[in-house]
Structure formats: C-alpha cells, structure tokens
C-alpha cells in the first residue's frame, strides 16, 4: 500500500506504523519463511536502524510513535538468556531514517551512524553528521559532518543504505537530501 508522506507531521499518527517484532527470514527451497525465537524490542518502534557485530544485534534510533529517538539497544546472540539492553546514546541529536553500518576502524569492528532527521519545534531538522560506536569501549565518538566531493555544504543521506567495503571503506548509495520535506 502505498501513503503519500505528509511533510506536517511531527510523527507516525498511527500504530500500524510500530511494531516490537523481530525475527529472521529463510528460504526453504520454496518460499521464504519466518523465523521467530528472538525477543521483542523494548518498544514498538519504526525508521530505526541496525547492524550485526559478531553476535551482538545493535539497533539505534527510530520512532515511537511520539517522534524520533535516541535509542539504542544490543542483544547478544551468544547469551543463555536472549535480553535487550540498553546502551548510551551518541552525542547529537535523535533520528529516524538513518544509516547504520558495521565497520573496521583499524582496531575493532565498529558501529557507524549517518545523518537521519527529526522534527523539532513543528520544522524538519535534517542531519549530516556522522558517529561512531566502539562495542569494546562502550563509547561513542562524534566523526563530525558528511561531506560529499564536490558538495559545498554538508551532505543529508538519509533513507539511504551503506554496507561496508575492503578494510575501512563504507559505500553509501543514495539517500535522500531531505529537501521535499523543508
């Protein structure tokens, strides 16, 4: 089904939009299938983003239902009691609509964030920053704004993808400017 998007809104109107669900997809030689077995998130949530590292699942950011968030959460895989924990949030602002990526940062595999958007005072505020997450220091670095080649101001991706490349590359592809929302 597809929904014009109003510009207006400061949130998701409707719960229809949030779900707490997680669970893997297989294909069975037939169809895809679902898989459940993992924990529900803490809350209902949409527009968040997440990646893989090792065994952990990290999930950062995301909707309510009461506009964007500074959420982020991890489960581990690996433990006998699978549990959502909460971990500290990065050092800007709360978003929705952002890209997540699993990288190498020459130490560690780490967790990237890039730019999203959030509505603050009626007006959409659109990000262009980046932040990175060490799992083994359990702290956040601020990686500063995404500039793009030939781009004079900062670059907003969000609604975009990234995945990771060679050693220490991200490659980004699309994303949008957020301009249709100002």
């Not at 800007?92 to 890039?114: K, M, S, Y």
């Not at 601020?142 to 050693?167: E, F, H, Y």
Request: glycine share 12%; proline share 3%.
């Amino acid at each position: 089904e597809n929904k014009t998007h109003d510009k207006n809104a400061t949130h998701y109107l409707s719960k229809t939009h949030l779900s707490d669900k997680v669970f893997t997809l297989s294909y069975d030689g037939r169809e895809v299938v679902q898989n459940d077995g993992i924990p529900d998130l803490p809350m209902a949530t949409t527009a968040a983003a997440g990646v893989l590292i090792g065994n952990k699942i990290y999930v950062s950011g995301g909707d309510v239902g009461k506009g964007a968030t500074k959420n982020f959460w991890v489960l581990n895989l690996a433990a006998v009691k699978l549990e959502w924990r909460e971990l500290p949030a990065w050092d800007g602002p709360a978003r929705t609509h952002h890209l997540a990526v699993a990288q190498h940062d020459g130490i560690e595999v780490c967790l990237f964030i890039f730019s999203g958007r959030a509505k603050l005072n009626g007006k959409w505020v659109l990000h262009r920053d980046a932040h990175k997450y060490s799992p083994s220091k359990n702290r956040w670095t601020k990686l500063g704004g995404i500039k793009v080649k030939g781009d004079v101001d900062l670059r907003c991706v969000m609604a975009g993808m990234g995945i990771a490349q060679g050693a220490n590359h991200i490659v980004v592809f699309g994303g949008a400017d957020g301009e249709r929302f100002l």
